[in-house]
């Protein structure tokens, strides 16, 4: 494209953000790209300065610079997942309907690519998720990389936008399931410590900020989670169920951390895998006890975008946490469905 081109949103493509959107239209544009053109204010919608995440409605006009052409088609078939990836993201659909698929996202398999990932996370095996659709499924919501559990993507961009409004409007209700270090007092409340983004790209860290402090403390954004202990080892750890009312990264490890009882495995918030005294101090527990990160999100309750019925959404544990609530005589009937509504 050798010109500067002018193009109008269509009715279903609202609500999404530029930089979506904008590959859509142009496959052969990278991130990079888009965000340089911002910044210098050669994209533009309706005239004004954008930032690539802006979000843009029906109607409005984008200005998109000259663009490199599109590579030409190679001569073999353009590579997609392999056979195994695409069986292994299929294995782990546990909902699908005309309009959502809901995932049981292994731990260890990142949502979305970053440096040095490849193509092996959820949104780039996402072609093996079309089955008899033309478009690729969206993610519309994320989970940490060691974070298992359950993940949805929209089939269309209405169906997207609508989930997308329903997370930004906190019109949701997330379980997570974690085993913790120490078992906290009282066995239930909420922590409102804000949090603050550290470290470089890479390196990323969340700091606690008291609540009295977030207003004063530049960059830091407040933060909710509700917390309730279902069963107990003893002093020695606890099986929680989280519930995040905002949406932070990092946010159920930091502020568990901050208690003084880091999730099992956490070994970012939880110091460097020492064994847990009974104090609530250290990641890990020793013994059988996995190493990986024990923290699952475990079901989702949502209005459904289309039908507007109730929609839950309910994954098994992973192997890993599988064992060890085996190792400890626990069993998913043990817990109520909604245990802050138990108490």
């Known amino acids: 494209m050798s010109r500067v081109e002018t193009r109008q949103v269509g009715p279903e493509e609202g609500g999404q953000?530029?930089?979506?959107?904008?590959?859509?239209?142009?496959?052969?544009?990278?991130?990079?790209?888009?965000?340089?053109?911002?910044?210098?204010?050669?994209?533009?919608?309706?005239?004004?300065?954008?930032?690539?995440?802006?979000?843009?409605?029906?109607?409005?006009?984008?200005?998109?610079?000259?663009?490199?052409?599109?590579?030409?088609?190679?001569?073999?078939?353009?590579?997609?997942?392999?056979?195994?990836?695409?069986?292994?993201?299929?294995?782990?659909?546990?909902?699908?309907?005309?309009?959502?698929?809901?995932?049981?996202?292994?731990?260890?398999?990142?949502?979305?690519?970053?440096?040095?990932?490849?193509?092996?996370?959820?949104?780039?095996?996402?072609?093996?998720?079309?089955?008899d659709y033309k478009e690729r499924p969206m993610l519309v919501h994320r989970l940490d990389k060691d974070t298992s559990g359950v993940l949805l993507l929209a089939r269309t961009p209405r169906v997207a936008r609508r989930l997308s409004e329903s997370f930004r409007h906190r019109n949701t209700r997330k379980i997570y399931w974690a085993l913790v270090a120490g078992v906290p007092q009282p066995l239930m409340g909420t922590v409102r410590y804000g949090l603050l983004k550290t470290g470089g790209r890479g390196a990323e860290k969340m700091r606690c900020i008291h609540p009295n402090e977030v207003d004063a403390t530049e960059g830091a954004k407040r933060a909710m989670t509700d917390f309730a202990v279902i069963e107990r080892l003893g002093s020695r750890a606890a099986w929680m169920a989280l519930s995040p009312i905002t949406g932070r990264t990092h946010q159920l490890r930091a502020h568990?951390?901050?208690?003084?009882?880091?999730?099992?495995?956490?070994?970012?918030?939880?110091?460097?895998?020492?064994?847990?005294?009974?104090?609530?101090?250290?990641?890990?527990?020793?013994?059988?006890?996995?190493?990986?990160?024990?923290?699952?999100?475990?079901?989702?309750?949502?209005?459904?975008?289309?039908?507007?019925?109730?929609?839950?959404?309910?994954?098994?544990?992973?192997?890993?946490?599988?064992?060890?609530?085996?190792?400890?005589?626990?069993t998913a009937a043990d817990a109520p469905a909604d245990p802050f509504e138990e108490a």
């Open 17 to 131: 953000r530029l930089d979506r959107w904008l590959k859509r239209q142009f496959p052969q544009i990278t991130q990079g790209l888009i965000e340089k053109a911002c910044r210098k204010g050669d994209i533009r919608v309706d005239g004004g300065r954008v930032k690539a995440n802006t979000r843009i409605e029906a109607g409005q006009s984008v200005r998109v610079p000259p663009l490199p052409d599109a590579p030409a088609a190679p001569s073999v078939a353009k590579s997609g997942p392999s056979d195994a990836d695409a069986e292994m993201i299929r294995s782990c659909v546990i909902f699908r309907d005309q309009h959502v698929i809901a995932l049981n996202k292994p731990p260890g398999l990142p949502s979305q690519g970053g440096s040095g990932q490849g193509k092996r996370h959820v949104d780039g095996l996402a072609d093996a998720l079309m089955f």
């Open 256 to 330: 568990m951390a901050e208690m003084g009882h880091p999730i099992i495995g956490d070994g970012k918030y939880g110091g460097s895998g020492q064994e847990n005294l009974g104090d609530g101090w250290g990641a890990g527990i020793g013994g059988e006890v996995s190493r990986k990160l024990h923290l699952h999100a475990r079901s989702l309750v949502l209005e459904h975008p289309v039908t507007g019925a109730s929609l839950s959404v309910t994954a098994p544990l992973p192997d890993h946490m599988a064992q060890s609530w085996k190792l400890f005589g626990w």
